[in-house]
Nanobody, 122 residues
Framework: QVQLVESGGGLVQAGGSLELSCAAS????????MGWFRQAPGKEREFVAA????????YYADSAKGRFTISRDNAKNTVFLQMNNLKHEDTAVYHC???????????????WGQGTLDSVAS
């Protein structure tokens, strides 16, 4: 079992930046691949980024490429999502997720955080 707590969300202007963090506890963090997902009002949840246990492998949704960076610090049991050049359409509740082992091929994760709201003004 792992517990995930996101933080860092807030209200920003278009073109601004936010860094989200997700602190994990309850198990060995380095055993888990991590992902970030988001759900905008009226839309389905979508994949944003994923990172392998070691941090050596990363994947991004097309909407995130070139603007967002996922990283992790296993010594601090934390995964980050640096978001730059934010757009209004990035407004969503962002969730981090964990899976024991590598990045899941089917997109399923075992544990989820409660989410943090990123609101980008138009």
């Amino acid at each position: 079992q792992v517990q995930l707590v996101e933080s860092g969300g807030g209200l920003v202007q278009a073109g601004g930046s936010l860094e989200l963090s997700c602190a994990a506890s309850g198990d060995t963090f380095s055993r888990y691949s991590m992902g970030w997902f988001r759900q905008a009002p009226g839309k389905e949840r979508e994949f944003v980024a994923a990172i392998s246990e070691s941090g050596c492998t990363r994947y991004y949704a097309d909407s995130a490429k070139g603007r967002f960076t996922i990283s992790r610090d296993n010594a601090k049991n934390t995964v980050f999502l640096q978001m730059n050049n934010l757009k209004h359409e990035d407004t969503a509740v962002y969730h981090c997720a964990a899976r024991a082992g590598g990045i899941p091929t089917n997109g399923r994760y075992d544990f989820w955080g409660q989410g943090t709201l990123d609101s980008v003004a138009s």
